[in-house]
């Protein structure tokens, strides 16, 4: 009793509570509009914005992650409740929790961390693009196409006929969504230092509500019920017997893959960020799939790990997952207390928010990034998955750039795959000989072999100094390059010297002389 009690009221509380609010004002904009760009009720978003919070916030593998609905899945909810209808994604989302579940208790959490940066980020990119092609045509107060091809062939009728149509007014919600972008990025911009904890995204729906109200204008609203409990409704018994379909079985473990990658390269991003306890990603992975279930039986979205919300909690101060907890807690509050102040939002406003967080999923960076460091293949990778999934879909365009990692590595991989050996090297320092742990590397680093690495990396004793042999190692590729970058800055800030001997065949001396070289010197 008293290690809950301690988990829940930790001694940093001091802390924790003011960035549980900031998250909490980062968070209730985003539920709501990423409910929207899946095509359902912005409820369904607050009530996964607060199992996430509450739920996986306590269960979680990584402390300071928060969890929710996610913009990275809401192009293939929107596509699936369009093709099957909204019933049938309790009993799939229940399907997929329990595969992550099942996932995380064989331990295949670290796997996932070996998906390819590339196509990792080409999925985000593609999934920008198609929210904000979706997105612009709910700025017009009109509904989205079904397809991004769709979506992009209307933007010219969506901005050029709508000075009047039956369903709202469509000028009105353009200036009520433009204020909204306008006011969100001029905010984070030009906001002062010691406002730098409001939001940009709260900023932008407040401006645009305040335009709508003001200027009394007749655009769509929010609509949620008066009591949030009536929406919550276990699905009925011919929902689960679909479980059965194909499609439906495809749906759920397509589901829990990509959730499942997006939480814990997520968690990853986010351990970046802090030097706190390190994700235990089993535990994550199973803390999701709860998450999900529970969501999955009380008509919530599909949850991830998400970076957005993370970061304004680390930033925030967060030092325990009780910010996340409460965080939560305030969604809950706000919903049995004040519902009514939300259907005063218009939807053009959320519209508004995700085109900018969709925009931000695109990060042209990253592909200039992957080039510049790993060469023009990487980039197709990221290039080719991208496209896929703009043209076709999320899971197509997956499997694509999976296949192109694959086709990169497996000839480093045939050529001798990565051995690693443990022991002991003798140093100087200080004018006496030093033993300190070294692992030798040999053959090629891809991340096929990315899990047993990154174990091997974690094994080596934190605070003292750590060699890294690499005159045998022919091959690294960017997976486990990024991932022994993180490592090694990581025992950096903690006070720990990573040397590296030989590695200049496979790039791996040169990734890491920055790194190494602003450890401390013993």
């Not at 909204?86 to 399907?95: E, K, S, T, Y």
């Not at 612009?136 to 050029?160: C, E, Q, R, W, Y």
């Not at 200036?175 to 409001?198: S, Y």
């Not at 207390?337 to 519209?351: C, G, H, N, R």
Request: hydrophobic share 55%; aromatic share 4%.
């Amino acid at each position: 009793m008293r290690a809950a009690l301690a988990r829940l009221m930790p001694s940093t509380l001091g802390r924790d509570l003011p960035s549980s609010f900031v998250v909490f004002l980062v968070a209730m904009p985003l539920c709501m509009g990423i409910a929207m760009a899946s095509g359902v009720p912005a409820e369904r978003g607050l009530i996964t914005g607060v199992i996430g919070g509450i739920v996986v916030g306590f269960l979680a593998g990584s402390p300071l992650q928060v969890s929710g609905p996610a913009a990275g899945l809401a192009v293939i909810v929107f596509e699936f409740v369009r093709e099957h209808g909204i019933d049938a994604l309790g009993p799939v989302l229940v399907a997929a929790g329990a595969i992550q579940l099942l996932a995380g208790a064989l331990r295949v959490g670290g796997w996932f961390r070996a998906i390819s940066p590339a196509v990792v980020h080409g999925m985000l990119a593609g999934i920008g693009i198609l929210i904000v092609l979706a997105q612009i045509h709910v700025l017009t107060d009109a509904l989205p196409k079904a397809s991004g091809i769709d979506n992009l062939v209307a933007i010219p009728a969506a901005f050029f006929n709508f000075v009047s149509g039956p369903d709202g007014n469509r000028p009105g919600a353009v200036i009520v969504g433009g204020a909204t972008i306008i006011a969100m990025l001029g905010w984070e911009k030009i906001r002062p230092a010691r406002f730098k904890l409001i939001p940009g995204a709260l900023v932008g729906v407040l401006a645009g509500t305040f335009v709508a109200v003001v200027g009394n204008m007749s655009v769509k609203r929010v609509e949620v019920p008066e009591n949030i409990l009536s929406a919550v409704a276990l699905p009925g018994a011919g929902d689960w017997s679909r479980l059965a379909e194909p499609a439906m079985i495809l749906m759920a473990v397509t589901l829990a893959v990509i959730a499942s990658a997006e939480s814990l390269l997520s968690a990853a991003a986010v351990d970046r960020m802090h030097d706190g306890p390190r994700t235990q990603y089993n535990r994550e992975l199973g803390a999701q799939g709860i998450g999900n279930i529970l969501c999955g039986l009380a008509g919530g979205l599909p949850m991830t790990g998400v970076i957005v919300r993370s970061s304004a909690n680390v930033q925030a101060g967060a030092a325990s997952r009780a910010s996340t907890i409460l965080h939560g807690t305030w969604i809950l509050a706000f919903l049995l207390v004040l519902p009514m102040v939300l259907k005063v939002v218009p939807t053009a406003s959320l519209a508004g928010i995700l085109v900018v967080t969709g925009w931000r999923l695109v990060s042209p960076a990253h592909a200039f990034h992957l080039h510049e460091r790993y060469g023009l293949p990487t980039a197709a990778i990221w290039l080719a998955t991208m496209v896929m999934v703009v043209a076709t879909d999320l899971l197509t365009g997956v499997l694509t750039g999976l296949a192109l990692s694959l086709v990169q590595v497996i000839p480093h991989y045939l050529r001798g795959p990565l051995k690693i050996e443990g022991g002991a090297a003798q140093t100087v320092q200080g004018g006496a000989v030093q033993a300190v742990p070294e692992l030798r590397l040999s053959g090629s680093a891809t991340f096929l072999q990315l899990p047993h690495l990154n174990a091997a990396l974690e094994r080596t004793p934190e605070g003292s100094p750590v060699r890294l042999a690499a005159e045998d190692l022919r091959h690294v590729d960017h997976t486990c390059l990024e991932m022994i970058r993180e490592w090694a800055a990581r025992r950096a800030r903690s006070g720990s010297r990573v040397e590296v001997v030989g590695g200049g065949a496979s790039g791996l001396h040169h990734s890491l002389a920055m790194v190494a070289h602003a450890a401390p010197k013993d």
